[in-house]
């Protein structure tokens, strides 16, 4: 089981990025995946999820609007990211859920994360 994210990097205030997250070695349509990010000293916290098999999504407050999750209807989870801000900062990881849940508690598999820093 294997979880490989990537795409961050430098971006200014209100600029876009897109994360990518493979998936590979699981049924990848019979899970959720869920995207979280951590910002240094603070915990982590979750940021959006996609249900398995098409069955929905699910976002976090503070970015609901702004970040898109989607899928290729392969194994592939993205996060699209616009309008970015500098409290948008953080190492983003990708992770497999075991339940519906929004806790890191409840995912299982975690990809290596990956960089987003939004600055000028």
């Known amino acids: 089981v294997q979880l490989q994210a990537s795409g961050g990097g430098l971006v200014q205030p209100g600029g876009s990025l897109r994360l990518s997250c493979v998936a590979s070695?699981?049924?990848?349509?019979?899970?959720?995946i869920g995207w979280f990010r951590q910002a240094p000293g603070k915990d982590r916290e979750f940021v959006a999820l996609?249900?398995?098999?098409?069955?929905?999504t699910g976002y976090a407050d503070s970015v609901k609007g702004r970040f898109t999750i989607s899928t290729n209807n392969g194994n592939t989870v993205y996060l699209q990211m616009n309008s970015l801000k500098p409290e948008d900062t953080a190492v983003y990881y990708c992770?497999?859920?075991?339940?519906?849940?929004?806790?890191?508690?409840?995912?299982?598999?975690w990809g290596q994360g990956t960089l987003v820093t939004v600055s000028s």
């Open positions: 992770a497999r859920a075991t339940s519906y849940s929004t806790f890191s508690s409840d995912y299982d598999r």
């Open positions: 070695g699981f049924a990848f349509d019979s899970y959720d």
């Open positions: 996609s249900r398995w098999n098409g069955r929905g």
